[in-house]
Antibody, heavy 121, light 110 residues
């Protein structure tokens, strides 16, 4: 069974750094793109970016390029989303999701449970 | 930047048929955008319904179907049930590995 298990809720102050994780199991982690999706409170889903753990090829939405960093450690089947300096506007639920295949264009098949991030002074 | 458009809200009667659409602010949607559709109920992670225009995800009831209608991608629910009341999002592939979510449609079944 494919599972994506995300790290727990985070409460941070503006300016702090943060790295949240998404651990995949039940499949060959290196062979599928994993993406990150933001959902701000009461708002819709936003596609942030994706990474192919096999070679760390990473693509970012223009809206998130330079704002976050997506990475992966294939030795422990884990993808990451990190911020170097959080803002209050980063407060949101963050989902990781795995694509159907190794293709660049396919949709997301499996989803993590979400990691709520709260940034407040 | 091209925006992916969806109806903000829609309502359907139980047992009825509804078609939600997914368009582009500039241009037409085609199978080359590999449209996918997701359902989300409040407080829950999204659930994948359809990918690559019309392929149903495992376990998704066959009352959900995807297609291209005119210049838009479409999600049709035939025989809507109360549990289908949710938010629905489409995603379109824009090239270079980048995809974009639509703004979502809030579906009411009443």
């Amino acid at each position: 069974e494919v599972q994506l298990v995300q790290s727990g809720a985070e409460v941070k102050k503006p300016g702090e750094s943060l790295k949240i994780s998404c651990k995949g199991s039940g499949y060959t982690f290196n062979s599928y793109w994993i993406g990150w999706v933001r959902q701000m409170p009461g708002k819709g889903l936003e596609w942030m970016g994706i990474i192919y753990p096999g070679d760390s090829d990473t693509r970012y939405s223009p809206s998130f390029q330079g704002q976050v960093t997506i990475s992966a450690d294939k030795s422990i089947n884990t993808a990451y989303l990190q911020w170097s300096s959080l803002k209050a506007s980063d407060t949101a639920m963050y989902y990781c999701a795995r694509r159907y295949s190794s293709s660049l264009y396919d949709g997301f098949q499996h989803w993590g449970q979400g990691t709520p991030v709260t940034v407040s002074s | 930047q091209t925006v992916v458009t969806q109806e903000p809200s829609f309502s359907v009667s139980p047992g009825g048929t509804v078609t939600l659409t997914c368009g582009l602010s500039s241009g037409s949607v085609s199978t080359s955008h590999y449209p996918s559709w997701y359902q989300q109920t409040p407080g829950q992670a999204p659930r994948t319904l359809i990918h690559s225009t019309g392929i149903r995800s495992s376990g998704v009831p066959d009352r959900f179907s995807g297609s291209i209608l005119g210049n838009k991608a479409a999600l049709t629910i035939t025989g809507a049930q109360a549990e289908d009341e949710s938010d629905y999002y489409c995603v379109l592939y824009m090239g270079s590995g980048i995809s974009v979510f639509g703004g979502g449609t809030k579906l009411t079944v009443l």
